[in-house]
């Protein structure tokens, strides 16, 4: 993943921080058709579990706490696809419920956490069963963090935002 940059107002923008992403998941979908035309609408419905990290591959520096985010997750989720040919446009909608988000640096996750994702795309049929497909996704996840220590304020809250593409080959079953 290509280096971001981050920091503070006066700190040196110029310098890039190593980035690590990582991400599985393990589900099932169902699938089934609006009716028998080789044209006709394609429907999916689906389950599973998920784990993500995001992280910067160096040390934490006094005054100064690299962002980083540990996410596990539920997902629950609804697919379409509208063949046109040897394409197909493709979409889904996807629940994502946290069951653990690691501590952001000394602030623990706290109250009601949860996510959402979409996804468009489209495929082309290699063979029957067998396409190729682009797409991209846009997740997000928000919850509040406790109160710093000390601190009689109103709880941290974070936005979590993601933007990434897949390329790859799916086969049907």
Do not use: C
Not at 18 to 35: H, S
Not at 50 to 70: C, K, N, T, V
Not at 82 to 99: D, E, I, M, N, Q
């Amino acid at each position: 993943m290509p280096g971001v940059w981050i920091g503070p107002a006066g700190r040196d923008f110029t310098v890039p921080y190593p980035t690590a992403f990582q991400r599985w998941q393990v589900g099932a979908r169902f699938r089934f058709r609006a009716d028998d035309a080789l044209e006709a609408w394609r429907f999916g419905a689906s389950a599973g579990y998920e784990h993500w990290s995001f992280d910067f591959d160096i040390e934490d520096q006094p005054g100064h706490e690299m962002p980083r985010a540990r996410y596990k997750f539920m997902r629950a989720g609804f697919d379409a696809s509208k063949p046109f040919g040897r394409f197909a446009a493709l979409g889904s909608v996807t629940y994502l419920h946290p069951v653990a988000i690691e501590p952001l640096g000394n602030r623990t996750p706290t109250g009601a956490m949860t996510g959402a994702e979409l996804m468009l795309g489209v495929a082309v049929r290699i063979v029957r069963r067998v396409h190729a497909r682009i797409s991209g996704t846009y997740s997000l996840f928000w919850f509040h963090l406790e109160p710093l220590p000390g601190r009689t304020d109103k709880k941290g809250s974070v936005v979590d935002h993601y933007v990434d593409t897949q390329l790859g080959v799916e086969v049907a079953f």
